[in-house]
């Protein structure tokens, strides 16, 4: 399929992992795409997988913590593509997993920092480019755990994650009538280094996984892309303010 050729994507977090394979698969269906990170090394080296098969790329250096930098991030995309159609916001951290009286003042405002400040700054400058040409679409990825689903000892990325979730939809609401459509994909427990405990390997997980999840595995990374290019397409046009979760079962 070519279902966004003529588009441009901006993704963030694209350096590895679930971003990676966003990147990826808007790249196969014909979108420029627009690879974000703080990583230089990493989003190189997403860029040049896009390349090999002859994909449209560039990597820009950007934390989201920084309006400054998100603002130059969207600048750089319409410079470079001629605008900016579609927005992938991934980039996301885990910190702090411990009860919630034992987690650090740093680790709570890094992770909130990223986690929701981050999402609600990216949205904010490219919001700022689609409501004067023409709209667009935003992809913000949640988590299953948050709104979805608990566990002990990530107290921290949950709330940052619940809040993902609900600041998804109220944008939603509130930009809609400019032409601008927004959702959210929670991922679960993925075939991403952030579903890897301390010390496991992908084969430790595999067995931990054929008794926590429903499914008796993770979701392939792939598989979170795919939903995440259903929710940017025409086919999900009057999906408005969903939070669609792949998570193999878990918060079933």
């Given amino acids: 399929m070519n279902r ?11 350096g590895s992992g679930l971003g990676r394979a966003m990147a990826l698969a808007f790249a196969a269906e014909g979108a420029s795409v627009v690879v974000a990170g703080r990583t230089p090394a990493s989003l190189e080296e997403t860029a040049g997988l896009i390349e090999a098969v002859g994909g449209a790329v560039t990597a820009v250096t950007a934390d989201v913590t ?6 130059n991030l969207v600048c750089e995309s319409v410079t470079r593509f001629g605008g900016l159609d579609i927005a992938v916001n991934n980039a996301g951290i885990l910190r702090g997993t411990v009860p919630v ?9 890094a992770v909130l920092r990223t986690n929701v400040t981050g999402v609600w700054l990216a949205m904010k400058h490219e919001i700022a480019h689609m409501k004067e040409n023409g709209g667009g679409t935003i992809v913000n990825i949640s988590s299953n755990l948050g709104a979805h689903r608990r566990i ?51 084969a430790d997980r595999a067995r931990r996984m054929k008794t926590e999840n429903p499914l008796g595995r993770v979701a392939e990374a792939e ?8 929710l940017a397409s025409p086919a999900a046009g009057a999906v ?13």
Avoid: C
């Avoid at 966004?4 to 694209?14: D, M, Q, Y």
């Fill in 4 to 14: 966004f050729t003529g588009k441009t994507v901006l993704v963030t977090g694209a």
């Fill in 66 to 71: 920084d309006s400054d930098q998100l603002h």
């Fill in 101 to 109: 009286g034992e987690v650090s003042e740093e680790d709570w405002d």
């Fill in 152 to 202: 002990p000892n990530a107290a921290a990325y949950i709330a940052s994650k619940a809040a993902v979730s609900a600041l998804t939809r109220a944008a939603a609401l509130d930009h809609i009538h400019q032409g601008i459509r927004i959702n959210a994909v929670s991922p679960g427990a993925s075939a991403a280094p952030m579903s890897l405990r301390p010390g496991e390997t992908e």
């Fill in 223 to 230: 598989e979170v892309a795919a939903a995440v290019l259903y």
């Fill in 240 to 252: 408005v303010g969903a939070d669609l979760v792949i998570d193999s079962g878990a918060s079933a």
